[in-house]
């Protein structure tokens, strides 16, 4: 059976001990994607939107988010992230956003919540600001795409470039 790196011998949920870690520097990214109709896309790709930039405020939602993961997520170690950035890539044909984020950190831990965090949050961003005209947008396929340094070393996700 798997040992939880979180779960003390009696049971106890805690944080994971990183004090012996040699800091290294980690990245990671993560994938998301937001389905709409194609009116709510057109206005988000022509700045319409009557709530302002949508992808610029996503963007800096998920960056703010990235930041925060410590407090939303219990078990998460406080980071100091060395850089992070979202990039969107439409797909017009699909009425799709395709959100990527990707989160640095010269530390003892990996960043892979920080950058899912921030796929989450700017997808969030993106339906708050266009629930008035179109509340089936749907969010999607959040998953890591990647992930480097640290003992366990790099990660690519099967079937991605």
Known sequence: MTSFTHIDEKGHVRMVNVSDKEP???TAIAHGRVS???ETFDK???KVVKKGNVLEA???AGIMAAKKT???IPMCHPLIITHAQIDFFPEPEASVLKIEAMVRVHGQTGVEMEALTAVTVAALTIYDMCKSY???MSINDIYLLEKTGGKSGTFKRPGHN
């Open 36 to 38: 709409m109709n194609s």
């Open 24 to 26: 290294t520097m980690r």
């Open 58 to 60: 996503a963007r800096i």
């Open 44 to 46: 988000i790709r022509t």
């Open 134 to 136: 179109d509340k089936t």
């Open 70 to 72: 410590a407090e939303l």
